[in-house]
């Protein structure tokens, strides 16, 4: 399987619901592929806990809190890797 990760906060001017209705909307065309959302969850809002309860795809959404070492691990075996700074 492909996978596209997020790492940090899960904050409310991160736009993690944006990225989670994107990554709905796009699931079809990117059959095998999962959404790996790694990072502390402790500023999970409202608005990211419905977009993610209405999802089709939400099966193909892995939070993962404590990304302490695995974070290397996850972008080495990344086939393509972008950083975006947000803010």
């Not at 997020?6 to 944006?18: C, D, E, L």
């Not at 959302?37 to 209405?54: H, L, P, Q, R």
């Not at 939400?58 to 972008?82: C, E, M, P, R, Y």
Request: proline share 2%.
């Amino acid at each position: 399987n492909n996978y596209i990760i997020y790492t940090g906060s899960i904050h409310p001017r991160k736009n993690i619901a944006n990225l989670l209705i994107a990554f709905d909307v796009a699931k079809p065309k990117i059959k095998n592929t999962k959404f790996v959302i790694a990072g502390s969850g402790g500023w999970m809002n409202s608005d990211v806990k419905k977009i993610y309860n209405e999802m089709q795809h939400k099966n193909d959404v892995i939070f993962i809190n404590n990304i302490s070492g695995l974070l290397a691990t996850l972008q080495g075996a990344a086939n393509n890797h972008t950083k975006l700074k947000v803010g």
